[in-house]
């Protein structure tokens, strides 16, 4: 019963703070996406992104907007949570 009355709210905005910190940082992985794929239709966003990247040349209108569409999911997530993850950094940097 204290758990969920004194230290839950407590650690709330660090553990979204983290939960959104490990989502943006899986959210870009390219490595291990990579490794894993082997169909067109099981690609993630970096990897078909890096297929822009030609021999001769770079598509860029393609890029621009496979990075858009790669940043729009993070940037509204961010927005929405904004006051959790405030307050999960400076959680961490205050003293007393």
Do not use: C
Not at 26 to 45: I, M, N, R
Not at 48 to 61: I, Q, V, W
Not at 71 to 91: C, D, H, S, T
Request: net charge neutral; charged share 10%.
């Amino acid at each position: 019963m204290i758990i969920f009355r004194i230290m839950l709210p407590l650690s709330t905005p660090g553990l979204i703070t983290a939960g959104l910190l490990a989502f943006i940082n899986a959210w870009q992985e390219f490595l291990f996406a990579l490794v894993l794929t082997s169909s067109a239709q099981s690609k993630t966003l970096p990897v078909a992104m890096a297929e822009f990247f030609g021999r001769h040349g770079m598509d860029y209108g393609m890029t621009s907007t496979g990075a858009i569409l790669a940043v729009i999911p993070v940037a509204v997530i961010a927005f929405v949570a904004q006051k959790y993850i405030v307050e999960g950094l400076l959680a961490g940097a205050t003293v007393g």
